[in-house]
């Protein structure tokens, strides 16, 4: 398998456009998530989704952000409009086990550097 | 919620040198699973080793070992023989009762010097 797929690699917009990132799990991976990685903050989980329902968004922060996962294979996170104080690293991670199904370690796709000017 | 807390931001090890990065945690749960991930410079997350709460003996994976003391809520990673590739940050993370989601520390740099 080829991994947890992230487009695009990096990033640059201006401020006020809107902001697509795109993940592609493992497949046959049930969890997925999503993370945002800055120097102040470090990593922080923004949802997760479960059989590609969302589960917990709470760490999403602000109607600004938007997640959706319409098949198992995808998901997107956008952001609308965007601001200089979203930039950062997204993460989107991917889990092939749920409760008492053994070791639940994700694993991370290379990440996205959003920098918004 | 589990708490991570890595309290060395930095650290410095000797080549072929052995060096243990601290990681505590918080959590009221008695199933939960500890995990160490390494990002070097070029950014990806590299999962290197698991514990569970319920595991009897230290995990181990090549020359990564977990020292894992659950009565000091402790999960210190252990590097044995250290080699410049190991050089770049470590995360240590904890997922609790089944598979939620990780929370992170904030990391160690960890600079392997020859």
């Known amino acids: 398998d080829a991994g947890v797929i992230q487009s695009p690699r990096h990033e640059v917009t201006e401020m006020g456009q809107e902001v697509t990132l795109r993940c592609k799990p493992i497949?046959?991976?049930?969890?997925l998530f999503w993370y945002r990685q800055t120097m102040m903050r470090g990593l922080e989980l923004l949802i997760y989704f479960n059989n590609n329902v969302p589960i917990d968004d709470s760490g999403m922060p602000e109607d600004r952000f938007s997640a959706k996962m319409p098949n198992a294979s995808f998901s997107t996170l956008k952001i609308q409009p965007s601001e200089p104080r979203d930039s950062a690293v997204y993460f989107c991670?991917?889990?092939?086990?749920?409760?008492?199904?053994?070791?639940?370690?994700?694993?991370f796709g290379q990440g996205t550097r959003l920098t918004v000017v | 919620a589990q708490k991570i807390t890595q309290t060395q931001p930095g650290m410095f090890v000797q080549e072929k040198e052995a060096v243990t990065l601290d990681c505590t945690y918080d959590?009221?749960?008695?199933?939960?699973?500890l995990f160490w991930y390494k990002q070097p410079s070029s950014g990806e997350m590299i999962f290197l080793i698991y514990?569970?709460?319920?595991?009897?003996q230290n995990a181990t994976e090549g020359r990564y070992s977990l020292n894992f003391q659950k009565a000091r809520k402790s999960a210190n990673l252990v590097i044995s023989a250290s080699q410049l590739g190991d050089s770049a940050m470590y995360f240590c993370a904890g997922s609790q009762a089944g598979n939620t989601p990780l929370v992170f520390g904030k990391g160690t740099r960890l600079s392997v010097i020859a």
């Open positions: 991670a991917s889990s092939p086990r749920g409760p008492g199904q053994g070791r639940p370690e994700a694993f």
């Open positions: 514990q569970g709460s319920y595991d009897e």
């Open positions: 497949s046959g991976h049930d969890y």
């Open positions: 959590t009221s749960d008695q199933s939960y699973g």
